[in-house]
């Protein structure tokens, strides 16, 4: 399990959940499947593994709980000891509050905050559910990359101003793309700082190292 203040799950939102296993299939090996273990709608809820680790989570756009028009996009999250005492101080120091602390069933409490850079992140304070328990191998997760105009001071609010280490993380400057966080896969033997974007049809994309 990953300890406070590191990136701990992800969840891609689809409109087609079918197309999006397809692509997770062909473009990693990972097998999508519904978990007898998540409280959300089997109908418009998997999630996908790897290796006997579960990899990320599939929400279907089309379930009531997101807008028309929401686009397609990987929610990241960052485990943290208490949500809301970090939403609040992540909100006091600039960020947007997007999904107040709220608990999820026994699986844990989520919060998610737009930063001050621009880019959207949740907060996760573990119950039943902690995340990712892989270790870093091919096929996985591997690291998480944040683009903003200024990274450093963006290293600098996570770090600094809420207290999460982040070890995993790596602060750039953005070159054209959006302000955000994008998941690094590793998928072959290269140097750590050598990312190659890929993108999948269904609109989500992921660094591949």
């Known amino acids: ?3 406070a203040g590191e990136f701990c799950w992800m969840d891609l939102k689809t409109p087609d959940l079918d197309a999006t296993e397809r692509e997770l299939d062909a ?7 519904v978990d ?35 686009a397609p996009h990987v929610s990241y999250y960052v485990a943290v000891e208490d949500a809301a005492a970090v939403h609040d101080t992540a909100v006091s120091a600039g ?9 999820i069933g026994d699986l844990g409490v989520l ?11 949740s907060l996760w304070q573990p119950g039943t559910f902690a995340g990712w328990t892989h270790s870093t191998a091919p096929g996985t997760p591997r690291r998480l990359v944040h683009t903003s105009v200024t990274p450093t001071a963006a290293a600098g609010f ?20 959006p302000p955000g966080w994008t998941a690094v896969i590793q998928v072959a ?11 999948l049809p269904s609109g989500h994309t992921f660094l591949f190292a």
């Not at 990693?28 to 499947?33: A, F, I, S, Y």
């Not at 790897?50 to 009531?64: K, V």
């Not at 960020?95 to 608990?103: D, F, L, Q």
Request: glycine content about 10%.
């Open 158 to 177: 996570y770090r600094d101003r809420l207290g999460l280490p982040m070890t995993g993380a790596v602060f750039r400057i953005r070159t054209g793309e």
């Open 189 to 199: 033997d290269r140097p750590a700082t050598a990312f190659a974007p890929v993108h």
């Open 95 to 103: 960020a947007t509050s997007v999904v107040e602390p709220s608990p």
């Open 36 to 70: 007898p273990d998540d409280h959300r709608d089997p109908a418009t809820a998997r999630k996908a593994r790897f290796d006997g680790h579960w990899m990320a989570g599939l929400s279907s756009l089309h379930s009531g709980a997101y807008p028309p028009g929401t």
């Open 111 to 121: 919060a998610t905050i737009v930063d001050p850079f621009g880019a959207a992140v």
């Open 27 to 33: 473009a990693l090996g990972w097998e999508c499947v």
């Open 1 to 3: 399990m990953r300890p």
